[in-house]
């Protein structure tokens, strides 16, 4: 009955690689989002979607594309992966109007080498 | 651009203190949320503060905000070991956004 689910967990890929991550909450929520956290801890949001469409698409390289085929996914593809994006990535999810609190996933570890 | 930045970086307790973490950030906002991280572990929401309310409880945690000093704290109270974790604030962008700045987070060590 997992509530935000990520797969994979763990994810070592060379550079120049492309590669995918999927994101699935049963929750009900109509937002879900990706974030970034770096070694030092430090969580960026990358994308929102609501709906399926499209809310939040901060400073991001174009490699990175998110696609939500439904209310309940939000995938992350990323193009020619490089070393820069090693990272703990998150996906979440909320209700938007029911406060807002977000519920995460348990973050999918990326190392490119 | 706006973030949440906590106080202090680090901190480290015996069981049975009070741990107290706090929080500012830079603009005008509707709410502030209070969420901990378990090493390796994705974030769980705690407690969320409107911009019109002063201080909130929730069993050991008790957080105020201060608007006029775009500050927060979280005060946990007779700390467990299993409160050991790093601990953010996050701030709505602007109103009727979705969009949540994180803080830098406090990482709380509870020795037993």
């Known amino acids: 009955d997992t509530a935000v689910s990520q797969t994979p967990k763990y994810l070592v890929t060379q550079m120049g690689n492309d590669k995918s991550i999927k994101c699935e909450q049963n929750?009900?929520?109509?937002?879900m989002y990706w974030y970034k956290q770096d070694s030092k801890k430090f969580l960026k949001i990358m994308f929102s979607y609501n709906n399926k469409e499209l809310i939040i698409n901060e400073t991001v390289p174009n490699r990175f594309s998110p696609k939500s085929p439904d209310k309940a996914h939000l995938n992350l593809h990323i193009n020619s992966l490089e070393l820069g994006d090693s990272a703990v990535y998150f996906c979440?999810?909320?209700?938007?109007?029911?406060?807002?609190?977000?519920?995460f996933g348990p973050g999918t570890r990326l190392t490119v080498l | 651009s706006q973030q949440g930045e906590e106080d202090p970086q680090a901190l480290s307790i015996q069981e049975g203190e009070n741990a107290t973490m706090n929080c500012s950030y830079k603009?005008?906002?509707?709410?502030l949320q209070w969420y901990r991280q378990n090493s390796g572990r994705g974030l769980v929401h705690l407690i969320l503060?409107?911009?019109?309310?002063r201080e909130k409880h929730s069993g050991r945690l008790r957080v105020t905000l201060d608007t006029s000093k775009k500050s927060s704290s979280l005060l946990i109270t007779a700390s467990r070991a299993a409160d050991t974790a790093s601990y953010f604030c996050a701030t709505d962008a602007s109103a009727g956004t979705y969009k949540y700045i994180f803080g830098t987070g406090t990482r709380l060590k509870v020795l037993a």
């Open positions: 929750l009900g929520h109509d937002t």
């Open positions: 979440a999810s909320s209700q938007v109007g029911a406060q807002m609190s977000q519920y």
């Open positions: 503060i409107r911009s019109n309310e």
């Open positions: 603009t005008s906002i509707n709410n």
